[in-house]
């Protein structure tokens, strides 16, 4: 069982940067497909990037600002966000899932979570 720490989140503003990372530990990182979802208050859990061994895909919203990686020699795993928006403001969190060749959005999917960052973007 795969054990996650997301790390990186704080309060910009617009137009700013932000990296966050995932740490996975307890289990075989490189065989898991990884998600990022985020959640602002009042609102539903929303996909945000996902990341398999077959590609990548993003949420509209995000597309051309954000990009997912990993490492697995690291065990990490990434959110660039770039051009940050007050919208994006939300609490980040990273998923994992078993096999490593689906990739999906859907946040059922996925098996184990972490506690979640927060990411402020003020205006």
């Known amino acids: 069982q795969v054990q996650l720490a997301e790390s990186g989140g704080g309060t910009v503003q617009a137009g700013a940067s932000l990296r966050l990372s995932c740490a996975a530990s307890g289990g075989t990182f490189s065989r898991y497909a990884m998600g990022w979802f985020r959640q602002a208050p009042g609102k539903e859990r929303e996909f945000v990037a996902a990341?398999?061994?077959?590609?990548?895909t993003y949420a509209d919203s995000v597309k051309g600002r954000f990009t997912i990686s990993r490492d697995n020699t690291e065990n990490t795993l990434f959110l660039q966000m770039n051009s940050l928006k007050p919208e994006d403001t939300a609490v980040y969190s990273c998923a994992a899932r078993t096999p490593d060749f689906v990739l999906t959005r859907t946040p059922i999917a996925y098996d184990y979570w972490g506690q979640g960052t927060q990411v402020s973007v003020s205006s």
């Open positions: 990341i398999a061994r077959i590609g990548v």
